[in-house]
């Protein structure tokens, strides 16, 4: 892969789970809200905070040397925060 192709990558990557983080911060605020739901509200919060994690994780992989299967490594990390 051409490195400006792995750079734009990356920032499809980085961008969605941004995305994706304001999407659960709207969903949880209407939990906390909208249907008064303490418990569900608290819960999607982690939710979100998790996924800031793995994608810190995600950048650190990203500035790895020699980092080998890189994207299977981020589907990884995705599919143990969903």
């Not at 659960?24 to 994690?53: M, P, Q, T, V, W």
Request: positive net charge; contains cysteine.
């Amino acid at each position: 892969m051409k490195k400006k192709d792995d750079k734009l990558i990356w920032r499809i990557i980085d961008v969605n789970l941004n995305r994706s983080r304001e999407g659960l911060r709207i969903i949880e605020e209407f939990a906390r809200f909208g249907l008064e739901d303490s418990s569900l509200s608290k819960e999607i919060k982690n939710i979100r905070h998790e996924i800031k994690k793995g994608t810190q994780k995600l950048l650190k992989e990203k500035h790895r040397p020699g980092r080998a299967g890189v994207f299977l490594y981020c589907v990884a990390v995705l599919a143990r925060i969903v």
